[in-house]
């Protein structure tokens, strides 16, 4: 079985960082969508292409974390895909004035912490 | 800067470049440090339950170390290894994020986009490391300068 998981993260260095860690884990056939904000992660699955998982930052340029959450948690056809974020941003990791989302992670992470959530998430969109 | 606060921020660095890299964090050899080659400045501000920003004068080869330990080995078809400068950007993100949450807990701040341009050592260093405003530590005998600005 074959996954899409797109990440959104203004910065080139974490989403290489984050690549190769789930390259590194026993998931099969990850295929990587990448985007460097809100607004190009919004234009990407305005494609109708398949997503397993959206991992993403919250501070970002042109749009942020917080308001591709709610755009895609209002999209009938996106709010079942799983997101988990990835921030620095304190109160993050509580959750504090975050939409619901499968996970949070905080910046810097562990491979480990990586690898969990992903398992998690496909877990539960594949149930 | 008050003590304590530069220990919050010296170990925030630390803690970012272990995770990030595996880079440790060493003090300076002598009381007058030389700026690191080929430097560049990072700033991101912050605003909530405390507000300033984070500055760090740090060199473009230690971003390419960050980007080597952490990404070297990667072999897939489609790598392109990112840009020095984006590596000390989130490197300023993080540290900032660490820093933040060491003294403030859970509490929410808002961190804005990191800001990097380049930095002319030979007119800017002296002030910018002037009285004790900034920390100077050695990472891979690169040092790096780190300061907070509050308000």
Redesign the interface.
């Known amino acids: 079985m074959s996954y899409r998981i797109l990440i959104v993260d203004?910065?080139?260095?974490?989403r290489?960082?984050v690549?190769?860690i789930i390259?590194m884990t026993d998931i099969p056939e990850v295929q990587f969508l990448e985007a460097d904000n809100g607004r190009v992660a919004l234009d990407l699955l305005a494609g109708n292409v398949a997503v397993d998982v959206i991992l993403a930052d919250l501070?970002?340029?042109e749009m942020d974390g917080f308001e591709m959450i709610r755009r895609i948690q209002a999209n009938p056809r996106l709010s079942r895909i799983p997101v988990v974020v990835i921030?620095?941003?304190?109160?993050a990791?509580?959750r504090?004035?975050l939409p619901e989302v499968s996970g949070v992670v905080?910046?810097?992470?562990?491979p480990e912490t990586i690898r969990g959530v992903i398992h998690k998430a496909l877990e539960v969109q594949h149930a | 800067m008050p003590e304590l606060l530069n220990l919050e921020l010296v170990e925030s660095l630390a803690?970012?470049l272990e995770?990030?890299a595996f880079i440790s964090l060493a003090p300076p050899e002598g009381p007058v440090v030389s700026p690191p080659d080929d430097p560049v400045h990072v700033r991101i501000e912050f605003r909530g339950a405390r507000s300033g920003r984070l500055e760090l004068v740090i060199s473009r080869d230690l971003g390419r170390l960050?980007?080597e330990n952490?990404?070297g080995c990667?072999a897939?078809e489609t790598?392109v290894?990112?840009?020095p400068n984006?590596?000390l950007?989130?490197l300023a993100?993080?540290t900032?994020?660490?820093l933040?949450?060491r003294l403030?807990?859970?509490?929410?701040?808002?961190?804005?986009?990191p800001v990097l341009r380049p930095f002319d050592a030979a007119a800017e260093w002296s002030a910018f490391v002037a009285s004790g405003a900034a920390d100077v530590v050695l990472a891979e005998g690169m040092p790096v300068a780190i300061r907070v600005v509050e308000g």
Do not use: Y
């Open positions: 203004d910065s080139a260095t974490t290489a960082m690549k190769r390259r501070n970002m340029p921030s620095a941003s304190p109160g990791e509580s504090e004035g905080g910046k810097p992470f562990s | 803690t970012a995770m990030m960050l980007l952490t990404l990667d897939s790598f290894m990112p840009n984006d590596a950007v989130e993100n993080i900032c994020g660490t933040l949450k403030e807990g859970g509490a929410r701040c808002e961190m804005q986009v």
